[in-house]
């Protein structure tokens, strides 16, 4: 089944202490994104690759690294976490650029409390 | 700049009631238009696309959605709302060449028995 999966789909944790939030695809899509989730202000992208070792920032960064090593894996990482990093994040994959790029398929999410 | 709004952040509709959804962008080319659903705990699903061609585009679960270019608009509508519709919808316009969505702030449903 073709799938985007992330882990872990809950976490508390404390300020400052790291973390990396992991996502994994199985349809060889070349284009990985993560997004936050916050009320009213929908979805925003944090961090997007376009292919193995290209990574860019999104539109809030801030906080936040990433890296893709693997075609399949694009893991998120907070290296001192804070309480506004409290959100529910969504990894997305897509085949690549062009009309079908936008055609992305999320994560179940994971819910992240940082205290 | 690009931007995506929705201007109705909760819709309570009757069961068997027609729905309408607003969402409005702004986008200087020819935008690739999405609509999203999440249900209570879930992660999104693509209920729609609109990339050129027919602006009526039909998608799952009985939905459809119009895009007018006069008024940048991309309303979603169904004619008969179930209750299992009861969700977030988030509607969404594909920016640039970095395949970024720019998301709406969400419309949440509420259908009433």
């Known amino acids: 089944e073709a799938q985007v999966t992330q882990n872990p789909r809950y976490l508390i944790t404390v300020t400052g202490k790291k973390l990396t939030v992991t996502c994994s695809q199985n349809m060889n899509h070349e284009y990985m994104s993560w997004y936050r989730q916050d009320p009213g202000l929908g979805l925003r992208q944090i961090y997007y690759s376009m292919n193995v070792e290209v990574t860019d920032k999104g539109d809030v960064p801030e906080g936040y690294k990433v890296s893709r090593k693997e075609k399949r894996n694009f893991p998120l990482i907070l290296e001192s976490p804070s309480p506004n990093q409290t959100s529910l994040y969504f990894c997305?994959?897509?085949?690549?650029?062009?009309?079908?790029?936008?055609?992305?398929?999320f994560g179940p999410g994971t819910r992240l409390t940082v205290t | 700049a690009q931007s995506v709004t929705q201007p109705d952040i909760h819709i309570t509709v009757s069961e068997g009631a027609s729905l309408e959804l607003r969402c409005n962008y702004s986008y200087g080319a020819t935008p690739y238009l999405f609509w999203y659903v999440q249900s209570p705990g879930q992660g999104l699903q693509l209920l729609l696309k609109y990339f050129s061609g027919d602006t009526l585009v039909q998608g799952i679960k009985g939905f459809e959605a119009e895009f007018k270019r006069s008024q940048s608009s991309f309303n979603l509508r169904k004619p008969s709302v179930h209750w299992s519709d009861a969700a977030e919808y988030f509607c969404a316009v594909g920016a640039s060449n970095t395949g970024k969505l720019i998301f709406g702030q969400g419309t949440t449903l509420q259908v009433k028995p």
């Open positions: 997305a994959s897509t085949k690549g650029l062009g009309q079908g790029a936008y055609e992305q398929y």
